[in-house]
């Protein structure tokens, strides 16, 4: 059964700061979404991950896939207060199986 | 999403009453889900669709029916409604890109079993 385990669960980091969310997975996929949720928001999509050693960017978000390592992460550089909400990734394995989310809040 | 309607958007029941939640589509998609999100669980996905009239459990259906009579419509049902069961529900249609899968989500449904 795949099994989806995101860390940190919280993040409070200052502004200007850099640093990475984890996002492990228990088998075998090579299909990894990102998603940001906003307070009584739905999801948005971020980074869609379809293969080994895929890298997305956009702005100041920076995501990577290790299929191997059944491992992604999700790399802030330089956050700024409007990165605060949750971030999910989630494993395509015939299901899409959700983490359990990492809050960030970003401080000024 | 504009594609994805879900109804209601909240609502109050009693214990031990059945609650059905309708999300609605529009771009014809095949593949329906229905996930429930709770503080510390995630999004938990509850029943999915992969067409007509084909339904099958996710990891939290105990309490849980689905019907799809028609493409655009995938039903939620609280059989029995439980205080457990308070949450909110999102419904996710996976809709085919040029990169592959895709998954999109409705705006949710908050539910409160009191």
């Known amino acids: 059964e795949l099994k989806v385990e995101q860390n940190p669960l919280f993040l409070s980091m200052q502004e200007g700061k850099n640093y990475t969310i984890y996002c492990n997975y228990s088998?075998?996929?090579?299909?990894l979404y990102w998603y940001r949720q906003d307070p009584g928001k739905s999801l948005e999509s971020l980074f869609v991950?379809?293969?080994?050693?895929a890298v997305k960017q956009e702005g100041r978000l920076m995501a990577s896939l290790d299929t191997k390592a059944r491992l992604s992460t999700l790399h802030i550089t330089a956050a700024v207060h409007d990165l605060s909400a949750t971030y999910f990734c989630?494993?395509?394995?015939?299901?899409?199986?959700f983490g359990q989310g990492t809050e960030l809040s970003v401080k000024p | 999403d504009a594609g994805i309607t879900q109804s209601p958007r909240h609502k109050v029941t009693e214990t031990g009453t059945p609650v059905t939640l309708r999300c609605h589509q529009t771009e014809n998609h095949r593949y329906m889900y229905w996930y429930r999100q709770d503080p510390g669980h995630g999004l938990r996905l509850i029943h999915y669709s992969y067409g007509v009239k084909d339904t099958d459990k996710g990891e939290v259906s105990d309490g849980y029916s689905v019907s799809r009579s028609k493409t655009e419509d995938f039903l939620l049902t609280l059989e029995s409604a439980t205080s457990s069961q308070t949450s909110v529900y999102f419904c996710?249609?996976?809709?085919?890109?040029?990169?592959?899968?895709?998954?999109?989500f409705g705006s949710g449904t908050r539910l409160t079993v009191v």
């Open positions: 989630a494993v395509d394995g015939a299901k899409l199986i």
């Open positions: 996710a249609t996976r809709t085919l890109t040029g990169g592959g899968y895709g998954y999109t």
């Open positions: 991950l379809l293969s080994n050693g």
């Open positions: 088998t075998t996929s090579d299909r």
